[in-house]
């Protein structure tokens, strides 16, 4: 439920008034922009252009990308048939598939961004070694959480467009890189050296890991590929749970996917070509294992280029993205416990929202994950850095497996139902039964590397693969504990497709009348004029 009226009685918290809808499409895109453009692009691409060279990585991100587009446009069907308050992918997890799994689902959400605010601080920290400094590295991470959490606590208005301004911050940055690796590629730099597709040839565009040969090659794409989904995590669920404060999400959400998935793909795939060209997959930098900002393929090919004060700005640049993903993903998470509670998941309390429907109680319950930041003060930066990427790995590809179980059933139940759906996607249900068998695949790949002699650890195992169990443990027991009476997948024939339509569309009407009436007071305009209103909004 939505509620803009102001509270009764003054009182500050309005338990049944719910969040508002005051986020537009160029928020929604920015803050899933910001929580998936990372640290990913800029500093973690770099390891996998040293174990698969560029013609891998490249490969990679291209198929990843793809592979993305299928759970996109899978996740936005549903969501723009139900559009409602505390929307997640648990939600409809729990209307369309199955309650236990909606429960496990919603809590790998709520720790898995949690998780993600204290790694993206602990990037920026690592970003922040590059310049040096007597200050500690805590009062560093004291200071970005104090500005995240105050962010998170401020209106959500407020807070979606600071975060559409830091996003943009990024994306403008690597709109600027691409622009330089083609100038660097054509021999425009000050050094005047023209790499054209030099390092293709030179140490070579693929390379072999762990073994020699065609068994070396096939498992350096292999890692490399697995690696990349690490950079798109979440994407589509965070296009998911803006829609539920999203203005006219009917009308704006596949607006806001489509053009989040087609600037992700571009800048990722190339991005991930562009790194491949300016710099070699040999480089010292990336093959010295820092772990710091200078071990940035973006920094390393910039300084050989003799471009002098550029990598300090770059390097600006980065700690801006590590900090506006932070920010997103502390949202995300809160957001996520509040659509537990909303289904009963989690405890009430986390549903009460104040007068600027902000739920204040799951915010402040999960800005405690981001805590785990603090790990970086007693260790390495690039151990925890690390660490917490292979603590959350296998998090994302286990979503999307179950964002396809969850489509599936939703297209099924529609089907036996005779529901119409606003919106479809010409390549479904085909691109979901290919995604979920491909991220199946490639979450029992996310550690494979360990299974060759000498190279298992119980420690990387552990830390690679944890995330399996305890969703199986958090699905079956919910099934063994509360849903004893569930069935394992609700009939296609006794999913909830109605509770709360009507009102979603009366909503939708509302919205549309609205917009009409404001462009007839408003006039036409010129065609230019109204375009770009059209990408502001």
């Known amino acids: 439920m939505h509620e803009d ?3 009764v009685g003054g009182n500050e918290f309005v338990e049944q008034a719910g969040t508002k809808r005051k986020i537009k499409s160029r928020h929604a895109q920015m803050i899933a922009i910001g929580g998936t453009i990372g640290t990913g692009l800029f500093v973690g691409a770099g390891q996998a252009l040293v174990i698969g060279g560029p013609a891998f990585l490249f490969l990679a991100y291209t198929l990843t990308s793809i592979l993305v587009y299928g759970v996109v446009t899978a996740v ?57 400094n007597s200050i500690s590295i805590a009062a560093w991470i004291t200071i970005m959480l104090l500005v995240i959490i105050a962010l998170n606590f401020s209106p959500v208005g407020v807070f979606a467009e600071s975060e559409f301004w830091f996003a943009g ?28 597709f030099r390092y293709w040839n030179t140490p070579g565009a693929v390379k072999e890991h762990i073994v020699g040969g065609a068994g070396g090659r096939f498992t350096a794409f292999l890692y490399v590929w697995v690696f990349s989904g690490f950079s798109f995590y979440f994407g589509p669920e965070l296009i998911i749970i803006t829609s539920g404060e999203m203005y006219h ?30 710099c070699r997959s040999d480089s010292e930098g990336l093959t010295s294992g820092a772990g710091n900002a200078n071990a940035s393929p973006w920094v390393i090919a910039i300084r050989n280029a003799g471009i002098s004060a550029l990598p300090s700005i770059v390097n600006g640049g980065i700690l801006t993205s590590a900090w506006s993903s932070g920010n997103s993903f502390l949202y995300m998470s809160s957001r ?40 970086n003060v007693g260790s390495s930066a690039g151990t925890v850095f690390n660490w917490l990427i292979n603590l959350t790995n296998t998090a994302g590809y286990t979503s999307w497996i179950v964002c396809c179980i969850i489509f599936l059933r939703f297209r099924k139940a529609c089907a036996s139902q005779r529901v119409a759906v606003p919106y479809q996607s010409r390549f479904q249900p085909y691109a979901a039964y290919i995604c979920l068998v491909t991220f199946t695949f490639l979450l029992l790949c996310n550690g494979f590397t360990l299974f060759y002699p000498g190279r298992f650890t119980v420690t990387s195992f ?35 497709l109605l509770s709360g339509l009507r009102e979603v569309e009366a909503e939708a009407e509302n919205w549309t009348r609205l917009e009409q ?18 990408l502001w909004e």
């Open 517 to 534: 009436m404001k462009a007839a007071e408003q006039g036409r305009g010129t065609d230019w004029w109204r375009k770009v209103k059209l």
């Open 462 to 496: 552990f830390t690679t693969y944890v995330g399996i169990p305890i969703f199986l443990v958090l699905f079956i027991g919910h099934k063994a504990i509360a849903g004893r009476a569930d069935p394992w997948l609700i009939k296609p024939c006794e999913v909830d």
């Open 336 to 375: 996520s416990l509040y659509s537990c509670a909303l289904a009963g998941n989690a405890p009430k309390i986390f549903t009460r929202c104040n007068r600027y429907g902000l739920p204040v109680y799951a915010v402040a319950a999960t800005s405690v994950f981001s805590l785990l930041a603090y790990l």
């Open 249 to 278: 999400p009917r009308k704006n959400l596949p607006i806001a996917s489509r053009r989040f998935f087609y600037r992700l793909a571009f800048f990722y795939v190339f991005g991930a070509l562009a790194i491949g060209v300016i």
């Open 76 to 132: 936005i069907e549903v969501c723009t048939f139900l559009p409602v308050s505390g929307s997640s992918m648990a939600y409809y997890c729990n209307r369309m598939a199955s309650p236990s799994l909606a429960f496990a689902l919603g809590w790998l959400y709520v720790y898995s961004f949690g998780i993600l605010v204290a790694y993206e601080v602990t990037a920026a920290a690592i970003v922040i070694d590059y310049w040096p």
């Open 5 to 7: 009226a102001s509270p």
């Open 169 to 196: 911050i990024k994306v403008i940055m690597l709109m600027g890189l691409l622009l330089l690796a083609v100038i660097l590629m054509l021999g425009g730099g000050p050094n005047g050296d023209r790499l054209g």
